[in-house]
């Protein structure tokens, strides 16, 4: 049996140090490469900030197994045992150009079931955090359940270019939904906006092409709460793929399924 309270105090631990390492970064001149596109960033910062939690993870838990976005952890293609959700930097656009508004984001999950969430706003030093089964912190308040909201009166995070015309999604199911809305909000981190559903602050969260690193704290702090994580067309994510996200209060997560994106369907 894993007592998941012990790790989530070495975790916070390990979280506090590379906020203070990324912190200092950023008074040297970052190293930036591109991945799969111009807009697709990593920086140095990223790749040792990975390796940093694979080493201490490595050396304290040698048979938990990794993922994360880097690439330096480990090849999954199962959920079996113990698996860390690593992203290193959530936001690398932000941390760019904007030297805020970026987060680390660790999820743990056993056999499948996420038990720990973190999302650290390393600049604001504000942590949200959930052990499952014992609640969801932000710093160390506990944060209240989520409660319903209506469609009028609902602010939706999302990237304003799934309104535009694009492969994933036809702009229509969004555009409605815009319209209906009491307003939207784009804030270039997907945990962060998940750490803001968790909070209250946003009402729902929508992204057309996540990672399992971008959600799985994200998943596991919002579904303490009472909200709900999945994918757009409201089948269950999964660790072990990339997937469309729709985060959102309870009740609203239903009422926008069933009245705006009843035929969406996903695409790979
Ligand atoms: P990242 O910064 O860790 O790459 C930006 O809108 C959000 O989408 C961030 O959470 C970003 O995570 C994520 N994202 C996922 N895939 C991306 C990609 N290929 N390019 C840029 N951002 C991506
Ligand atoms: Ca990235
Ligand atoms: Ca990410
Ligand atoms: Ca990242």
């Known amino acids: 049996m894993i007592d998941w309270l012990i790790l989530d105090r070495e975790i916070k631990i390990w979280i506090q140090e590379a906020g203070e390492r990324i912190r200092h970064s950023l008074q040297n001149k970052l190293q930036i490469s591109t991945k799969s596109n111009p807009n697709d960033l990593v920086t140095n910062v990223d790749k040792d900030?990975?390796?940093?939690?694979?080493?201490?993870i490595r050396s304290t838990y040698p048979g938990h197994r990794i993922l994360g976005e880097e690439g330096g952890g480990d090849e999954i293609t199962d959920v079996r045992g113990v698996i860390w959700v690593i992203d290193?930097?959530?936001?690398?656009?932000?941390?760019v150009h904007m030297h805020r508004n970026f987060t680390i984001s660790i999820g743990v999950f056993g056999d499948g079931v996420g038990q720990l969430g973190y999302i650290y706003d390393v600049i604001h030093d504000e942590l949200y955090s959930a052990v499952k089964g014992k609640g969801a912190l932000f710093n160390d308040q506990p944060i209240p359940r989520l409660e319903e909201v209506s469609i009028e009166k609902a602010i939706v995070g999302m990237n304003p270019i799934w309104l535009t015309n694009n492969r994933r999604i036809d702009p229509e199911y969004l555009r409605r939904l815009v319209k209906d809305i009491r307003g939207t909000r784009?804030?270039?981190s997907a945990a962060l906006e998940m750490g803001y559903v968790a909070c209250g602050w946003l009402d729902a969260y929508i992204a057309m092409h996540l990672s399992p690193w971008d959600f799985?704290?994200?998943?596991?702090?919002?579904?303490?709460?009472?909200?709900k994580a999945t994918k757009l067309n409201g089948e269950p994510l999964s660790l072990l793929e990339k997937s469309s996200l729709f985060v959102a209060k309870p009740g609203l997560h239903q009422v926008?399924?069933?009245n705006y994106l009843q035929n969406y369907v996903e695409k790979n």
Not at 49 to 56: G, P, S
């Open 49 to 56: 900030t990975e390796q940093f939690f694979i080493e201490k």
């Open 88 to 95: 290193p930097i959530d936001g690398t656009m932000n941390f």
């Open 186 to 188: 784009s804030f270039g």
């Open 216 to 227: 799985a704290a994200g998943w596991v702090i919002v579904e303490e709460l009472g909200g």
């Open 256 to 258: 926008i399924l069933d």
